[in-house]
């Protein structure tokens, strides 16, 4: 192997070290608190020392912004993506891709909602940033699917089905595929409704009922 191949075997291999550590603290975090969490406990769940945790993080602090900051930047580009493949179910495929996420990260959901306000001022500052350009994919794909509701209005229906979503925390108490269906069927049921509320009268009155 050439000193390349050998540098970029390594890069490799501590990237993928990175992101096991990620995940092994997002679990830590979740369970017990960011506050309540060591170096050391990270070490010992990931069979390393505390001190080694150095070699790959600046600390503690740093390891809770890239867990944050690398997970929005994984959904701004899905939902981009999703939005960029087009179609007339958009906003369908973003709350596919959004339940996905849910159901599979209970943790990060947690960890985030509880603990952004431990990360360093700037990671806070980015996380928050790109979770914005994340809600405005989604407020532009709801604005073309419901171009009658208020701008308010299609914002708030955003959050309240990040809301319903982000549940799994407390609410995932089925196997993943039920819990996934269920919520796919939920949210695509709240959008049905807000879409039926606001369809024009000339649409609603040919209804047989």
């Given amino acids: 192997m050439t000193a390349t191949g050998s540098a970029a075997t390594r890069g490799r291999a501590a990237g993928s070290r990175r992101r096991e550590l990620i995940t092994i603290a997002a679990d830590l975090f979740a369970e017990h608190g960011f506050a309540k969490v060591t170096v050391d406990d990270i070490g010992r769940a990931a069979g390393v020392s505390g001190p080694a945790l150095y070699h790959h993080f600046d600390g503690k602090e740093a390891l809770l912004g890239e867990m944050l900051i690398d997970i929005s930047e994984y959904l701004l580009a899905g939902g981009r993506e999703v939005v960029a493949a087009g179609g007339d179910d958009v906003v369908h495929r973003l709350i596919v891709f959004h339940a996905e996420f849910a159901v599979d990260q209970r943790s990060l959901i947690t960890v985030h909602f509880r603990d952004l306000v431990h990360a360093r001022p700037d990671d806070e500052a980015r996380v928050r940033a790109i979770q914005h350009d994340y809600v405005e994919v989604w407020r532009a794909a709801m604005h073309d699917r419901i171009p009658t ?23 995932a108490r089925l196997p993943r595929d039920d819990m996934l269906d269920l919520l796919v069927r939920m949210a695509d049921g709240a959008l049905s409704t807000a879409i039926g509320h606001h369809s024009p009268p000339s649409d609603r009155s040919t209804s047989p009922v």
Avoid: C, D
């Fill in 149 to 171: 509701l208020e701008p308010a209005t299609t914002l708030a229906a955003v959050h309240a089905m990040f809301g319903l979503i982000n549940s799994t925390p407390h609410s």
